[in-house]
């Protein structure tokens, strides 16, 4: 059995103010760099990888975590370098005509259509915007490259005992099993279908209207695979395991 853990991680507080951010191209603020940093000290640092959505507010952060944890030299493997990888997949919906728009002039001005959209994406799209059916098969095959990259990753790595048993040994499993943790910094969006994905829920508004997920927040996903190459899926709640 071979299993990735998917470290999702919330981008921080951005510039701009209250504005609807999908493609807008906004960086952090000095607290939500704070926010990211916070929230990444509270994980174990070992990791295998760090993939981004290629938006400033992710990608930047992404970029430095991956320079301070090899310059530390936490990685399940020292001798390949981490750096941080850039998939426009990741990157939050596209809002169309409402991206970048301040949240309060949105509401004035097109109130009745945004209610719409938050009553039933689905049904409603964005003008000019991406629909959620493309949005959900962009992501899904984003983390799908992710975790066909990873699980590739542990069978190569399998070849090496020595290299096997120490990576499991550093992710609390036993000798006949391989595990990679993996940081994915990205949108709110994408990590709510993500969650959806892992609970087997389909078209459920309440993920994207009524949970409260916070920025700098970290979910983090199992993703076990058997040796007939079948997935299984599986949320840690609320945020993983600190090990």
């Not at 310059?71 to 409402?98: C, K, M, N």
Request: aromatic share 8%; with cysteine.
């Amino acid at each position: 059995m071979k299993q990735v853990r998917l470290l999702l991680l919330r981008h921080g507080e951005c510039e701009g103010g209250t504005i609807l951010r999908g493609r807008v191209d906004v960086p952090l603020s000095e607290k939500g760099w704070q926010q990211m940093s916070a929230a990444v000290e509270a994980q174990a640092s070992t990791c295998s990888a760090i993939y981004s959505s290629t938006s400033r507010r992710c990608g930047e952060f992404a970029q430095a975590f991956a320079a301070e944890l090899h310059s530390t030299a936490v990685l399940i493997s020292e001798s390949r370098p981490l750096q941080a990888q850039f998939l426009s997949g990741l990157q939050e919906i596209d809002f169309g005509d409402w991206d970048g728009r301040r949240l309060d002039e949105l509401y004035q001005q097109e109130g009745e259509c945004l209610a719409a959209y938050w009553q039933n994406p689905w049904q409603t799209p964005p003008p000019n915007g991406e629909t959620m059916a493309s949005f959900e098969s962009r992501v899904n095959g984003a983390i799908d490259q992710i975790l066909a990259a990873e699980f590739e990753r542990l069978t190569v790595d399998s070849d090496n005992a020595e290299l096997a048993v120490g990576a499991s040994v550093c992710m609390g499993l036993s000798a006949g099993e391989l595990a990679a943790k993996v940081w994915v910094v990205t949108h709110g969006g994408v990590i709510r279908h993500l969650m959806a994905r892992a609970l087997g829920v389909e078209r459920a508004v309440g993920f994207y209207s009524q949970l409260d997920l916070p920025v700098a927040a970290v979910v983090s996903i199992n993703v076990l695979q058997d040796e007939h190459g079948v997935c299984y899926w599986r949320l840690d709640w609320p945020s993983g395991r600190c090990e």
